[in-house]
Every structure is written in structure tokens, then in C-alpha cells.
């Protein structure tokens, strides 16, 4: 039975195995197979049910008549491939709309048709008759195709086969990745805002730099539950209001907002704001505390004002006033939605009627604040673009189980798995990420509509949107439920599909796109970026410890080229080999193990020094201690990335004054601060420290 149950996942898209990190197969485990099958939804318990299993997949595969989406490139004619019995010659029709409005129609017989993919199923040969589609200008087109009365629909997307420009294509560019929420001073509190980032933006601007990049700025559940993760949002297509410039929306508030005013003005806020941006760890929920009664009280204003027609039109975009109504009931229950009662649980969307009268069942007020906080976000992340510089975003790889489109749209998504990367040389046990994947072929049958739309309201803002964990447009690392994550497999996607929407959209919005190609990256994706116009990455600290000169030279064209990453050690902290202590007390490597790894970052100094010009002896680089050897040479660094060819050189804001923690640490959760720690120094600070601007000159192209 081994046989057909991997028949069964081969047709599945489920790999029965995979080159592991030492370069090595690894075999997917039988218990594995079936669990991640039967969460697909395929009737499988045992290896006993595979052939059954097989079979009902394969009669379901050839009655779909034809596959849920087509993919046409560069105006070439769409193929469409109709299933059929290969001695079968009945009559068909296709009608084409394409997005524009434009018609076309065919009929004929099957046996008029070429043929391929001939394979016997249930005791007969069944073979693809295919349809020519007319060429087609880019869009997203209906098809719907007539056989025998039975009647499908199809969606064709006719997209360029390469993204928008690339990142250096306007000429080599820089810029810097700042976290968001540890920009924070006195006026912001705990965090930072959107006010902050936009003065960055100036800042950056004013220094020949182009980009301001940032972790994601997704809703996030911050009162009850709480998870601030950026990569665990509450929402891939709604902004965390929590980054909200309420000094910005006090002043521009339509008909003014005196009691928000007074709110933001008054002793008490003062003192909060103090006391959180005095703390040594961001406080997300003593945060939001503070800001939601100002937020309350200007939304409050807003629906009262001049301003309520425009609201109420924002609200009725969309799923606003969906998502704005599930936050609202997650207010009032204070729990996830798992633990609604059943009728708001299973809730049917709400009536944007309802909601905009208050008959729904969920509080009105806290509804209408979600949605002026949505649309406030949206106009001042639009303010952005007359800062000089453009944002640099980042699309995560997955939700929340908690999230919005989880409870809405929970069909999508496999909630008897979660998305994970597998076992490497730092991870040995792999990694369990807990957000549910989408489900290869239910998102296809339903269009890829939610991709799309996640995909269009970052490149609403973004000037290069970020594709955080490229592979996953390929396959997706999924452990199910209860097993360890060493007993993931991989379920695959139709990249080809992921690929047309993405450059599709970044056409029309004007977006270059970055492909985060880091970990376990099999041979087949790079050639397919660079196909696709995705640009990858390329990190510098991960050359110096084997292969110095290249991480300050060898960054390619088609790359966006750093020092490091939020999910790496600073330069600072690999300097002084702070990640390898790190590791040992986390007990990822043991001493022997820890004590290889400082031999070899020594060594791994001196060539860091030689490669930028320096002299490693003089200058100390054999020693962990010294600040300006390791400020001589992060600079050193920065300026060979410039001085290569990479499109776009980003430097972090926090290598300036040698911060020797890292933002996050993968594969811990409560173990360490991630995504707590705000900057050393407060956001004035930042701007007018000299050595941020001398790192911001060194990204920028010598002249």
C-alpha cells in the first residue's frame, strides 16, 4: 500500500521526500503522509485507504472538466486545457470575458481538438483537448467553458512575465530598515508611528537614500489575545492601527476633534507616554492602552462630522466593515474567535446596512473606530510618498490562527497543519511557525482572490514589496497537528500561477518585488525569480565566515545586498560573537561546538577587515573588544556592497551605534524579547546621530 499512498501524495502535491540541509534525502514518514492528506481532506487513515483515496481524487480531477486558473505571458494566446475521456467526442463551447469588458466565443467537437497527457483512469484513457484562447491584453479574464451541460468557470490571468523594473533599475539606490516599533521617543511612548517613520523617510531622503524599509505593519491582536508578532498578524490585509500618528490625526481631524485634543494633551497621557518610552521593553498592550481612547474619541468626531459620508463609503470597500465588525466582537469577548459563542463563531458577513445603523449585533462604537483607524492608516501610509523616499514592505508568509481571514475564510486554509522551515544547522529540530497554510487547491478554485488581495494592499504604499519566505510560492514546509516538526513534508503550490499574479500587480502598481530566498532553498527557485524579475538577497554576514571577499563584492545585479537581517545578529553582535553565545545558552551547540565557532568568526574578522582594505592586526581585528575596530569595519562593508553591484543597498539603523542584540532570534517565542526591543537611543536621537549618517554615505554608490 506504500505505493499508493505515494501516488496518492504525488497527485496530492505532497513530496514524499526532500534534499535536507546536509545535502541529503530525507524521506517523509507514513504516520506524516497521511496526516497532512487527511488535513488536505483527502479519506485516507491508513495506508489501507490510499487506493480508494487515489481513486476518488483521480474521478474528481477528470470531472472538473478543466483546471480553476490558466496563465497566459507577455500577450501570448492562453491555452486551456479541457478533461476529457480520450474516446469521447461531444460538443463544447467557451466564452471568454476579459477584464476590459472585451467578448470572444468557440465551439466545436473534441475530436477537433489536439491532444495530450493521454492516462487510464477507472478503465478508460483520458487525455487534455486543448482550447487556443485569443491573445488577450494583462488582466484577469472569466472563462467559462460548456461540455456534454455541464458548465465550469476558470479565471485566466494573461500577466507580463516579469515584475515591474527591479529595484536598481531607476539606478543603484540605498536606504535603511528600521523596525517600526523601536523608533520610538517622548511624543510616541512606548512605540513608533507613522510620523516617525515619515521623519526617517525625510532624513533618509536628505542623505541621497531612496528606501526606508520595516518589519510588517499588519493588524495585530494587541488587548486580548495579544500577539504582536509581525509575522503572525491578525490580518494580511488590514494595517495595525497601533502605529497611527494621533498627533498628525488630531491636527488634520475634519471639523477638528476637541476631546481627542484634550485626551492627547492631558497630564495623564504625558505621564504614560513617559513612562513606556522609558521602559526597557516595548509594552504593546500598556501601548495601545493609552492610544485606543484617542483613537476612539477622533473616529468618534469623524462619524459626527462632515467627514461620516466618506467613512461610511470607505467602510463599504471591500470586507472594511467585515473585518472592522470581527475585531469589534473580539473586543467585547476578549478571546479568539474559536471561543465565540456559535452564532458569532459562524456568523454570516454582516450587511454593511446594518453595521452603518447599528441593528448588527456588534457594538457600533467600536466597530466605527476600526474603521476610521483603517482609513486613516491608509491615508498616512499614502503621505509617505512625499517624504523623498519610498517604503520598502514586507508581505509575511502566513496569519494568525486567530486571524480575520481565518474565521471568515477558514475553508482556505489547513487547519490541521502549520507552516514551519525544516531541520537545518542551526534548528536540528526544525521549526513550527503555528500559522495555518493555505490550501493549495481550494485557493486556486476560488481564483487566488485572497492572495490578490493581500498582494494589492501592500503595493497600494510599497515602492518594493518583499516576498518574506520566496520558496513558499513553490512549497511550503507543513507539520501536522501533534507531530514534531521534524516530521514535516512539503505540499506544493502553483508557482506558475503565484508568479502571474505577482507581476501582474506589481505592473499596475508600480512595485519591484524582493524575493526573501534565505534557509533551504531548492536549485529550481533562484532561476525562477530571476525569470519572474524578483530580486533576491544577498547578506553579507553570511559570506564573511567562509567567503569574505564576496560580502563586499560579489552581490549580484538582480540582488538587494545587507549586512544583516532582523533574523540575524547585528554587526555588532556577530563582531563580538554574542549569536554564538547565544546559541550555547540555548543549548543550540554545545562547548566544543561553540568554541569552533569563535576560532572561526576570529578568523572570519581579520578577512572581513583584509577584504575592506584594512589591516586586521592594527586595527585589533583578532579581538572581539574593540567598538572601533568593529565600527571601521561595518563601514568597510557597507561601502564595498555600494562599491558592487547590487540594486539596492540597505543598512540597519541600529549597526550605526553597535547595538549588539538582535531584534529576533527564530525559533524562540518566550525565550527571548522579539520584536520587544526598541533602539538605545530615542527617535531625535536617531536623526541626528552622525554615525547613522555616516553609514547611510557608505551605502550610497561612490562617485
Known amino acids: ?46 495506508p489501507d485507504d490510499a487506493p480508494a483515496a487515489l481513486a476518488a481524487h483521480g474521478r474528481a480531477f477528470w470531472a472538473a472538466l478543466a483546471p480553476p486558473v490558466v496563465v497566459s505571458w507577455d500577450h501570448d494566446p492562453g491555452d486551456l486545457p479541457l478533461r476529457a475521456r480520450a474516446d469521447h467526442d461531444g460538443a463544447w463551447e467557451v466564452d471568454v470575458v476579459a477584464e476590459d469588458g472585451a467578448r470572444w466565443s468557440a465551439a466545436g467537437r473534441l475530436f477537433e481538438l489536439p491532444a495530450s497527457g493521454h492516462v487510464e483512469h477507472d478503465g478508460a484513457i483520458h487525455c487534455l483537448r486543448h482550447v487556443a484562447l485569443p491573445a488577450r491584453g494583462h488582466g484577469y ?12 468557470t476558470a479565471r485566466w490571468i494573461a500577466a507580463p512575465r516579469r515584475a515591474f523594473g527591479a529595484p536598481g533599475d531607476a539606478g543603484k539606490s540605498s536606504g535603511v530598515f528600521a523596525p517600526l516599533h523601536a523608533l520610538r521617543g517622548a511624543r510616541t511612548g512606548g512605540a513608533g508611528d507613522l510620523g516617525e517613520l515619515a521623519r526617517l523617510a525625510r532624513h533618509v531622503a536628505a542623505r541621497g537614500g531612496r528606501w526606508v524599509a520595516t518589519l510588517p505593519l499588519l493588524a495585530a491582536f494587541l488587548d486580548e489575545p495579544c500577539e504582536p508578532s509581525p509575522y503572525a498578524p491578525a490580518s494580511r490585509r488590514f494595517w495595525n492601527e497601533l502605529y ?33 518610552a522609558a521602559a526597557p521593553l516595548v509594552d504593546y498592550r500598556g501601548q495601545y492602552a493609552w492610544r485606543r481612547p484617542v483613537i476612539d474619541r477622533l473616529a468618534e468626531a469623524a462619524w459626527r462630522g462632515p467627514d461620516a459620508a466618506a467613512l461610511a ?18 473586543e467585547v469577548e476578549r478571546t479568539s474567535w474559536p471561543s465565540w459563542p456559535a452564532a458569532l463563531r459562524d456568523a454570516p458577513t454582516f450587511a454593511i446596512d446594518d453595521l452603518l445603523a447599528g441593528r448588527a449585533a456588534v457594538d457600533a462604537a467600536r466597530w466605527r473606530a476600526h474603521v476610521w483607524a483603517q482609513r486613516e492608516m491608509d491615508r498616512q501610509l499614502g503621505g509617505l510618498r512625499d517624504t523623498g523616499a519610498a517604503l520598502y514592505l514586507d508581505l509575511p508568509v502566513g496569519v494568525s490562527r486567530d486571524a480575520y481571514e481565518v474565521w471568515r475564510r477558514r475553508d482556505l486554509f489547513v487547519m490541521a497543519a502549520a507552516a514551519g522551515a525544516p531541520p537545518d544547522a542551526l534548528f536540528l529540530g526544525g521549526q513550527d511557525w503555528g500559522l495555518p497554510p493555505v490550501h493549495p487547491e481550494r485557493i ?23 516576498i518574506d519566505h520566496v520558496m513558499g510560492l513553490h512549497r511550503l514546509f507543513c507539520v501536522p497537528a501533534g507531530m514534531r516538526a521534524t516530521d514535516g513534508v512539503y505540499v506544493r503550490y502553483a508557482a506558475g500561477e503565484l508568479y502571474a499574479i505577482l507581476c501582474l500587480e506589481s505592473h499596475r502598481a508600480g512595485c519591484a518585488l524582493v524575493g526573501e530566498d534565505l534557509g533551504t ?6 532561476p525562477a525569480m530571476r525569470h519572474h524579475g524578483l530580486a533576491g538577497l544577498f547578506v553579507a554576514q553570511f559570506a564573511m565566515p567562509g567567503r569574505v571577499g564576496d560580502a563586499v563584492g560579489a552581490a549580484a545585479a538582480t540582488q538587494v545586498a545587507c549586512v544583516n537581517t532582523h533574523d540575524t545578529a547585528t554587526f555588532a553582535g556577530w563582531w563580538r560573537g554574542a549569536d554564538i553565545d547565544d546559541k550555547l545558552a540555548l543549548a543550540l551547540i554545545d562547548d566544543d561546538g561553540a568554541a569552533r565557532e569563535r576560532i572561526e568568526r576570529a578568523a572570519a574578522r581579520r578577512a572581513a577587515v583584509a577584504a575592506t582594505g584594512g589591516d586586521p592586526e592594527a586595527t585589533g581585528a583578532a579581538s572581539p573588544d574593540g567598538d572601533a575596530a568593529c565600527a571601521a569595519a561595518l563601514l568597510g562593508v557597507v561601502r564595498g556592497l555600494a562599491a558592487g553591484d547590487a540594486s539596492v543597498v540597505l543598512v540597519t539603523a541600529e549597526d550605526a551605534w553597535l547595538e549588539p542584540a538582535p531584534q529576533n532570534v527564530p525559533g524562540t517565542a518566550h525565550e527571548r524579547p522579539n520584536w520587544r526591543r526598541p533602539f538605545a537611543l530615542d527617535a531625535d536621537a536617531v536623526l541626528a546621530d552622525p554615525r547613522l549618517d555616516a553609514l547611510l554615505d557608505a551605502a550610497r554608490r561612490p562617485a
Open 1 to 46: 500500500m506504500t505505493s499508493a499512498l505515494h501516488a496518492l501524495a504525488a497527485a496530492a502535491g505532497v513530496d514524499v521526500a526532500y534534499v535536507g540541509w546536509r545535502g541529503e534525502p530525507v524521506e517523509a514518514g507514513q504516520d506524516a503522509l497521511i496526516a497532512i492528506l487527511a488535513a488536505l481532506g483527502h479519506q485516507v487513515g491508513s
Open 141 to 152: 479574464h472569466a472563462v467559462t467553458w460548456r461540455l456534454d451541460g455541464a458548465s465550469r
Open 244 to 276: 497611527l500618528d494621533l498627533d498628525r490625526a488630531v491636527a488634520d481631524a475634519a471639523g477638528g476633534a476637541p476631546e481627542a485634543a484634550a485626551l492627547l494633551a492631558s497630564p495623564a497621557v504625558a505621564a504614560t507616554r513617559a513612562a513606556l
Open 313 to 330: 463609503a470607505f467602510a463599504a470597500q471591500g470586507d472594511v466593515a467585515d473585518y472592522a465588525a470581527f475585531r469589534a466582537i473580539g
Open 444 to 466: 486556486r478554485a476560488a481564483g487566488w482572490d485572497y492572495v490578490i488581495e493581500c498582494v494589492r494592499h501592500h503595493m497600494r504604499h510599497a515602492g518594493i514589496l518583499r
Open 521 to 526: 532553498v531548492p536549485d529550481y527557485v533562484p
